[in-house]
Structure formats: structure tokens, C-alpha cells
């Protein structure tokens, strides 16, 4: 599992786009998020919210960064999406958020 995650961080060229799906889904989005709090890569991260399927998820992050365990900065590393227009423009329009990791781990 984890080489496929490796070769997809390696081979995502334009970001990441996390479609609604299950446990697999949110695991890869929380790592893929981490790896970008860690500095490992400085790729766009959208959520494509269609019909609302990450509204909850959303609010838990939300709740989360409220009570201190997320930074306000990390909070911005995901960016959402609710439309496929939207999806290109945040994917297009990304901004790298400060107060991220810089660590330098390279393709081991």
C-alpha cells in the first residue's frame, strides 16, 4: 500500500483531487495532507465535495483547527471544492500555506 501512495505522490503532477469515497479515501487524503504538513511535497489538495458528501468531514476539520489540533495555517493546506470548474480553479489558483514543515527527505 504504501508504495502505491509513494508512486502516486511521485506521479501527481498537477495535485490531488479526493473524489467521495470510503475508509481507503479518507485514509489517503489524511496522509497526503500530512505529507504536505511535513513539507514532503507542495502539490494542491481539493476536496470535490459533490452533493455535500464532505459537509461533515469539512465541519470536523473545521472543529478541529477551532480547538487547536489543526493550526489555523494547516487548515488551509485542503482545499474544497463543489463543482468540477471549481476543482480546476483551486487546483490552478493554489497557494503553498505558511507555518508548514520543511523537512527534506528526498526519494528514499
Known sequence: MHTRKRLMG?????GF????GGFGTLE??????????LGIHCKPIVL???????????KFLDSA????F???KNGKIIAVANTAEEVIEK?????????RFTLQWGNQ
Open 91 to 99: 487546483l490552478d489558483n493554489y497557494v503553498v500555506p505558511d507555518g
Open 28 to 37: 489517503e487524503i489524511m496522509e497526503i495532507t500530512t505529507w504536505s504538513q
Open 70 to 72: 489543526i493550526s489555523k
Open 48 to 58: 470535490f465535495n459533490i452533493d455535500g458528501f464532505y459537509d461533515d468531514f469539512i
Open 17 to 20: 483531487v479526493a473524489m467521495p
Open 65 to 68: 483547527i477551532e480547538k487547536g
Open 10 to 14: 511521485q506521479e501527481a503532477d498537477g
